[in-house]
């Protein structure tokens, strides 16, 4: 079973109000990913990291999405200002390695609904 | 570009029948290919998954697959199914340079009594 804690498992947010989530890793796994699943089962990556380093993102991340995984401490992806298109299930999920086909391990995810 | 087509947006089966479920990817080169589930309110866990070698994989919870080159699939199958096997199933192929996985849009299973 995956060890990666996300939270809040559910937030409700008004549009244009910030919107952010955290996510701790499995133990001894330096990179992380983000992904949004949306209502018709489609994934977007959004961004990932190696320990603090972004190793790659997506435009719409740069945009309104920022994120950070520091040392010590949750990771976190944060909405600066939520619209309604951003309802969707948020996935983090983390690895041992950014190598090509490197397990990957999901955690429950953040469900946002923005009203 | 790469890509991972899930022909099957729905399959319902009896519990104790066979489920075969579909993926076809497009990959220059060699893929890594992964099968997850997706249970209700839950995250997603692994199912199977392809790097080389065999084509025929073992995964949990009873599937196994098959990969095929020359038919761009991996299609996993289990030969009987319970009605806790209820669930999204996604297939996903890692995109090149390793960075993020590249999902289809998923197939419910839906096991009836």
């Known amino acids: 079973n995956s060890k990666v804690i996300q939270t809040p498992r559910y937030l409700v947010k008004g549009q244009g109000q910030k919107a952010k989530m955290r996510c701790i890793p499995e133990k001894g796994h330096p990179v992380v990913f983000w992904y949004q699943q949306n209502k018709n089962n489609e994934f977007k990556f959004l961004i990932n990291?190696?320990?603090?380093?972004?190793?790659?993102q997506i435009d719409m991340t740069e945009k309104r999405f920022s994120a950070e995984c520091p040392s010590n401490s949750p990771c976190s992806l944060e909405i600066q200002s939520s619209e309604a298109g951003d309802s969707a299930l948020y996935l983090c999920?983390?690895?041992?390695?950014?190598?090509?086909?490197?397990?990957?391990?999901f955690g429950k995810g953040t469900r946002l609904t923005v009203v | 570009a790469q890509s991972v087509t899930q022909p099957d947006a729905r399959v319902t089966v009896s519990q104790g029948a066979s489920l075969q479920l579909r993926c076809k990817y497009s990959?220059?080169?060699?893929?890594?290919l992964f099968w997850y589930v997706q249970y209700p309110r839950q995250g997603l866990q692994l199912l199977l998954k392809?790097?080389?070698?065999?084509?025929v994989v073992q995964g949990v919870n009873g599937f196994e697959a098959e990969f095929s080159k020359s038919n761009s699939s991996f299609h996993p199958r289990k030969a009987s199914v319970h009605w806790s096997d209820s669930a999204v199933y996604f297939c996903?192929?890692?995109?090149?340079?390793?960075?993020?996985?590249?999902f289809g849009t998923g197939t419910t299973v839906s096991v009836s009594p």
């Open positions: 990959y220059s080169g060699t893929p890594y």
């Open positions: 999920a983390s690895s041992l390695s950014s190598g090509t086909g490197t397990e990957v391990f």
């Open positions: 392809y790097y080389s070698g065999d084509p």
């Open positions: 990291f190696q320990n603090q380093e972004v190793l790659q």
């Open positions: 996903a192929v890692s995109a090149k340079g390793g960075r993020a996985l590249i």
